[in-house]
């Protein structure tokens, strides 16, 4: 079959969404971006996804304020880098922690913004993997999109794993404040896990209506949270560092400085994990086209302006670096050494669990949706199964319990090996950071005036430095986790996440060669979606 013929005359301006007669698949003409009313868009928003290949399935319910809620608890900077910063510190002290936080909200920014600029030219609940069916060229679309939807799915399915895991050691910290004797085993923990995964899910079906509520609930608990703890530590520190003791390079991990800052960047981009998650609700928002951007910048907004206050008034409050560096719960004890009261310290760690806690439901939203959307196009194993919307609590219940079932099974490597548990956590990380960048990469490799249509949110020279910059951002990051954490080498420290990169990439091959067949993406209707010279052979 030739290449199809470009759907624009030389020199014409590309829409991206031209206007269609009743007989064609989205059964009614499809206003552009810049035409829609508050009285058109649900419908508008409707007929683009029909154009897309998708029946819209799910309600419009998520306002931008509901969107920003999902998006901002999932990534929850200030929780979330609360979490992981002890690492910081052993690599390259309160610098590492301080200018790395700054350092990675920059990368993330520029990863993410690329990501979303496509997204909203097509929006679809299957996110990267749909872009990239979309835009690929007509030989390589389905190999690409399957390959980056597994990437996608196993990223965000052990995130949140990791997630959970999380929520663990908090409640296993607060216990050990007050036992210092306590130690959960890994029994103890696995339980503990299951019951916090299971009850974290049970509101999307007991009520799954106020779901959108809830996620509003969950920002603001968030944002109070961190002005009362940065509010608190700020009037009960007992100490002052100077403020050059925010240069300080020293740490404990035996890697040169440089080295050791560059690996305290890559930990750094834990603060802002999971951008993508707006995305994959796409669907269930009024005008997808305009208000995904604006909860991207939101959320990572706030989470800068969260976080790096609060670090900062940490690391000039901190007495002992090596009792920090070395506790169970990094944070934990940081905040018993500025407060010097175990009760308030109780009280803020508290807080600080129940937001972990409150951010897992968006993400067991955000799985369950993105499963369902690949498996409405043939991705997973039992997809007919699976690519199913319960009509009565109007959520994909199926991928849901599934997200479920897997993190219970991938739980039971607590009772194996933690340092498994977390090498796996780390890749799959990485592969959810290879999803943002390869619709950008087609986009760069292709050229973005012969790809991307006509858009609501245009970012031009940024978009294409954005474009060109995200992969290489990607690689280095890639390289970067790959290494050990410290020095020397030994059999307990080694980083086995190459192994575990190179075997998933095999798995997702192999499961290529067992599915794929069955994989046939989005049914585009390319008489709407006016992709410029898109390469893409039209059925014969």
Same mark, same amino acid.
């Given at each position: 079959?030739?290449?199809?013929?470009?759907?624009?005359?030389?020199?014409?301006?590309?829409?991206?969404?031209?206007?269609?007669d009743?007989?064609?698949?989205?059964?009614h003409?499809?206003?552009?971006?810049q035409?829609?009313?508050?009285n058109?868009?649900?419908?508008?928003?409707?007929?683009?996804?029909?154009?897309? &290949?998708?029946?819209?399935?799910?309600e419009?319910?998520?306002s931008?304020?509901? %969107?920003?809620?999902?998006?901002?608890?999932?990534t929850?900077?200030?929780?979330?880098y609360l979490?992981?910063?002890?690492?910081?510190l052993?690599?390259?002290?309160p610098?590492?922690?301080?200018?790395g936080?700054?350092?990675?909200?920059?990368?993330q920014?520029?990863?993410?913004?690329g990501?979303?600029?496509?997204?909203?030219?097509?929006?679809?609940?299957?996110?990267?993997?749909?872009c990239?069916?979309i835009? %690929?060229?007509?030989?390589?679309?389905?190999f690409?999109?399957?390959?980056?939807?597994w990437?996608n799915?196993?990223?965000?399915?052990v995130a949140?794993?990791?997630a959970?895991?999380?929520?663990?050691?908090?409640v296993? &910290?607060?216990?050990?404040?007050?036992?210092?004797?306590f130690?959960?085993?890994q029994?103890?923990?696995?339980?503990?896990?299951?019951?916090?995964?299971?009850?974290?899910?049970?509101?999307?079906?007991?009520?799954?209506?106020v779901?959108?509520?809830i996620?509003?609930?969950?920002l603001a608990?968030?944002?109070? &949270?961190?002005?009362v703890?940065?509010s608190?530590?700020?009037?009960?520190?007992?100490?002052?560092?100077?403020?050059?003791?925010?240069?300080?390079?020293?740490?404990t991990?035996?890697?040169?400085?440089g080295t050791?800052?560059?690996?305290?960047?890559?930990n750094?981009?834990?603060?802002?994990?999971?951008?993508?998650?707006?995305?994959h609700?796409?669907?269930?928002?009024?005008h997808?086209e305009?208000?995904l951007?604006?909860?991207?910048?939101m959320t990572?907004?706030?989470?800068?302006?969260?976080?790096?206050?609060?670090?900062v008034?940490?690391?000039l409050s901190?007495?002992?670096?090596s009792?920090?560096?070395?506790?169970?719960?990094?944070?934990?004890?940081?905040? $018993?050494q500025?407060?010097?009261?175990?009760i308030?310290?109780?009280? $803020?760690?508290?807080?600080v669990?129940l937001?972990?806690?409150?951010?897992?439901? &968006?993400?067991w939203?955000?799985?369950?949706r993105?499963?369902?959307?690949?498996?409405?196009?043939?991705?997973?194993?039992?997809?007919?199964?699976?690519?199913?919307v319960?009509?009565?609590?109007a959520?994909?219940?199926?991928?849901?319990?599934?997200?479920?079932?897997?993190?219970?099974?991938?739980? $039971?490597?607590? $009772?194996?090996?933690t340092?498994?548990?977390?090498?796996?956590?780390?890749?799959?990380?990485?592969?959810s950071?290879?999803?943002?960048?390869?619709?950008q990469?087609?986009? %760069?490799?292709?050229?973005?005036?012969h790809?991307?249509?006509q858009?609501?949110?245009n970012l031009?020279?940024?978009?294409r430095m954005?474009?060109?910059l995200?992969?290489?951002?990607v690689?280095?990051i890639?390289?970067l986790?790959?290494f050990?954490?410290?020095?020397?080498?030994?059999?307990?420290?080694?980083?086995s996440?190459?192994a575990i990169?190179?075997?998933a990439c095999a798995?997702?091959?192999?499961?290529?060669?067992?599915?794929?067949?069955n994989?046939?993406?989005p049914?585009i209707?390319?008489?709407?979606?006016?992709v410029?010279?898109t390469?893409?052979?039209?059925?014969?």
């Amino acid at each position: 079959m030739a290449d199809r013929e470009p759907l624009l005359a030389s020199g014409e301006t590309p829409s991206a969404y031209a206007e269609v007669d009743s007989s064609s698949s989205a059964g009614h003409a499809v206003p552009s971006h810049q035409e829609l009313t508050p009285n058109s868009r649900d419908l508008a928003s409707d007929a683009i996804l029909k154009a897309q &290949g998708h029946r819209p399935e799910l309600e419009r319910v998520f306002s931008p304020l509901a %969107a920003l809620g999902l998006a901002f608890s999932i990534t929850n900077s200030w929780v979330g880098y609360l979490s992981c910063f002890g690492q910081n510190l052993a690599y390259a002290g309160p610098n590492s922690v301080v200018f790395g936080l700054l350092a990675a909200v920059v990368v993330q920014w520029t990863i993410s913004l690329g990501l979303y600029e496509i997204a909203s030219c097509f929006p679809s609940s299957g996110g990267q993997y749909h872009c990239v069916f979309i835009l %690929a060229p007509h030989k390589y679309k389905k190999f690409a999109a399957f390959v980056v939807g597994w990437m996608n799915i196993l990223g965000w399915s052990v995130a949140l794993c990791s997630a959970i895991s999380v929520v663990v050691a908090s409640v296993s &910290g607060l216990i050990a404040l007050w036992v210092p004797t306590f130690h959960a085993t890994q029994l103890q923990a696995y339980i503990i896990y299951v019951c916090v995964a299971v009850l974290s899910a049970c509101p999307l079906f007991i009520s799954p209506r106020v779901i959108p509520l809830i996620l509003q609930a969950t920002l603001a608990f968030s944002v109070t &949270g961190f002005l009362v703890i940065f509010s608190v530590l700020l009037y009960l520190r007992q100490h002052s560092q100077p403020p050059t003791t925010l240069l300080d390079t020293s740490g404990t991990s035996g890697w040169d400085t440089g080295t050791a800052w560059f690996l305290g960047l890559a930990n750094s981009m834990y603060a802002f994990t999971s951008t993508d998650a707006a995305i994959h609700i796409a669907e269930e928002m009024v005008h997808p086209e305009k208000r995904l951007v604006q909860v991207l910048n939101m959320t990572l907004a706030i989470g800068f302006a969260t976080t790096f206050p609060l670090l900062v008034v940490m690391m000039l409050s901190m007495t002992d670096v090596s009792r920090v560096i070395n506790a169970t719960l990094p944070y934990g004890e940081l905040f $018993l050494q500025i407060t010097g009261s175990k009760i308030v310290t109780t009280i $803020l760690m508290s807080w600080v669990t129940l937001a972990l806690f409150s951010a897992l439901i &968006g993400q067991w939203i955000t799985c369950g949706r993105l499963a369902w959307a690949f498996a409405r196009d043939g991705g997973l194993p039992y997809s007919r199964f699976f690519a199913s919307v319960n009509k009565r609590l109007a959520f994909p219940v199926r991928t849901t319990i599934l997200a479920l079932v897997f993190s219970c099974c991938y739980g $039971l490597l607590y $009772l194996v090996s933690t340092t498994a548990f977390n090498s796996i956590i780390t890749g799959a990380v990485l592969f959810s950071n290879i999803s943002y960048c390869m619709p950008q990469v087609i986009v %760069a490799l292709r050229g973005r005036e012969h790809v991307l249509p006509q858009r609501a949110f245009n970012l031009g020279l940024i978009g294409r430095m954005c474009n060109y910059l995200s992969p290489i951002f990607v690689i280095v990051i890639a390289v970067l986790i790959c290494f050990p954490p410290e020095l020397p080498v030994t059999s307990k420290n080694i980083n086995s996440t190459p192994a575990i990169l190179v075997g998933a990439c095999a798995g997702i091959v192999v499961t290529w060669w067992v599915l794929g067949r069955n994989f046939e993406g989005p049914k585009i209707d390319w008489k709407v979606v006016s992709v410029p010279e898109t390469f893409c052979d039209p059925p014969s």
